[in-house]
């Protein structure tokens, strides 16, 4: 799959999230296949380029692979200005933010909100595509609302702007992450598209992502929740897509080592904030533990790095003699 003139060692991309894809779970599902691992959603606002949140969210620095930055905005000419400056920080891919449908991001006419506004959109895309010379994808959703679908509209006035890849989730806006992701309409937008298409909502195992491709045609499958608590589901896809069967699970000794280096790189990249940072993917790696649910309370009560280190290493310790190869998530 190409983005451009960009061409990634697979078709599958960690789909960017607030909050969740810093540089430490980038790198980690990049290791397991992500041929493209964006970063979180950063502002446009010029006020707040050098905060310590927005800075975070940009660094890249010691990541292999491509670097994409995704960002969000509703005046035309700041998101030009934002494309530059993160070009200059060295992205190598721009990534627009129209997909987004938090009520904090909607309620300044940003993210998923711009669908709204045909002519703003087009506005948009033309002058960040117009201001870099690096290829500007876009992600999106399927409307508004369930009476507003409009992204084949959206989906010609990215190619007419020179957009070079699309992305779209199967929900509209109102339906935030309710419901089911609906793919017809996907698949009708990718039959009359020349640039390539992924197709993102509900992916949250290889035989979900083989379904999707094939209904909807897509060029490759972009993994958002899925990946929460599993950024093996890369290997498991790509293994899929190459041989038609699943991989054998992973062993628990190594899933252990991979949250264990998952937290560790949290708290490196944070430092002692990284505790709370933590908790959540700890949640998502482990919530379908018993013993874990048992001590979640006194593990979130933890304030020190070191402490909730050892804590989940005691734990992963105590479950390796149950298990010898770790639960796969129901698809």
């Given at each position: 799959?190409?983005?451009?003139?960009?061409?990634?060692?697979?078709?599958?991309?960690?789909?960017?999230?607030?909050?969740?894809?810093?540089?430490?779970?980038?790198?980690?599902?990049?290791?397991?296949?992500?041929?493209?691992?964006?970063?979180?959603?950063?502002?446009?606002?010029?006020?707040?380029?050098?905060?310590?949140?927005?800075?975070?969210?940009?660094?890249?620095?010691?990541?292999?692979?491509?670097?994409?930055?995704?960002?969000?905005?509703?005046?035309?000419?700041?998101?030009?200005?934002?494309?530059?400056?993160?070009?200059?920080?060295?992205?190598?891919?721009?990534?627009?933010?129209?997909?987004?449908?938090?009520?904090?991001?909607?309620?300044?006419?940003?993210?998923?909100?711009?669908?709204?506004?045909?002519?703003?959109?087009?506005?948009i895309l033309q002058a960040v595509v117009e201001?870099?010379?690096?290829?500007?994808?876009?992600?999106?959703?399927?409307?508004?609302?369930?009476?507003?679908?409009?992204?084949?509209?959206?989906?010609?006035?990215?190619?007419?702007?020179?957009?070079?890849?699309?992305?779209?989730?199967?929900?509209?806006?109102?339906?935030?992450?309710?419901?089911?992701?609906?793919?017809?309409?996907?698949?009708?937008?990718?039959?009359?598209?020349?640039?390539?298409?992924?197709?993102?909502?509900?992916?949250?195992?290889?035989?979900?992502?083989?379904?999707?491709?094939?209904?909807?045609?897509?060029?490759?499958?972009?993994?958002?929740?899925?990946?929460?608590?599993?950024?093996?589901?890369?290997?498991?896809?790509?293994?899929?897509?190459?041989?038609?069967?699943?991989?054998?699970?992973?062993?628990?000794?190594?899933?252990?080592?991979?949250?264990?280096?998952?937290?560790?790189?949290?708290?490196?990249?944070?430092?002692?904030?990284?505790?709370?940072?933590?908790?959540?993917?700890?949640?998502?790696?482990?919530?379908?533990?018993?013993?874990?649910?048992?001590?979640?309370?006194?593990?979130?009560?933890?304030?020190?790095?070191?402490?909730?280190?050892?804590?989940?290493?005691?734990?992963?310790?105590?479950?390796?003699?149950?298990?010898?190869?770790?639960?796969?998530?129901?698809?």
């Amino acid at each position: 799959m190409h983005i451009g003139s960009i061409e990634l060692a697979t078709p599958l991309a960690l789909a960017p999230m607030a909050g969740i894809t810093d540089k430490p779970f980038r790198m980690l599902c990049r290791r397991f296949g992500a041929g493209l691992a964006s970063s979180e959603m950063t502002t446009s606002d010029p006020s707040l380029q050098n905060t310590r949140k927005t800075l975070q969210r940009a660094d890249h620095s010691g990541e292999t692979g491509i670097r994409s930055v995704q960002i969000v905005g509703n005046v035309p000419e700041v998101m030009a200005e934002a494309a530059k400056l993160n070009v200059a920080r060295g992205a190598q891919i721009i990534d627009i933010n129209m997909g987004c449908p938090a009520k904090k991001v909607c309620n300044v006419l940003a993210g998923s909100a711009l669908l709204k506004d045909e002519g703003l959109v087009k506005d948009i895309l033309q002058a960040v595509v117009e201001s870099v010379d690096v290829p500007v994808t876009l992600k999106t959703r399927l409307g508004w609302d369930d009476s507003h679908l409009n992204v084949p509209t959206i989906a010609q006035i990215a190619v007419d702007a020179g957009i070079q890849t699309l992305a779209i989730h199967g929900r509209s806006r109102t339906q935030m992450y309710t419901g089911e992701a609906r793919y017809e309409l996907i698949a009708a937008v990718k039959r009359d598209l020349p640039i390539p298409l992924w197709v993102n909502g509900d992916i949250t195992s290889a035989a979900k992502a083989l379904q999707v491709l094939e209904q909807t045609g897509a060029d490759g499958v972009m993994i958002g929740r899925g990946a929460q608590g599993q950024p093996w589901i890369f290997r498991d896809v790509w293994h899929m897509l190459q041989h038609g069967v699943l991989p054998d699970a992973l062993d628990f000794d190594t899933a252990a080592s991979v949250v264990l280096e998952h937290l560790a790189a949290i708290h490196a990249f944070y430092g002692e904030h990284g505790v709370k940072i933590a908790r959540k993917h700890l949640l998502w790696y482990l919530g379908g533990f018993d013993a874990y649910q048992r001590e979640r309370t006194d593990i979130n009560q933890i304030q020190e790095t070191s402490l909730q280190y050892e804590k989940i290493a005691d734990l992963l310790e105590q479950l390796s003699h149950q298990y010898d190869l770790w639960p796969r998530r129901a698809a």
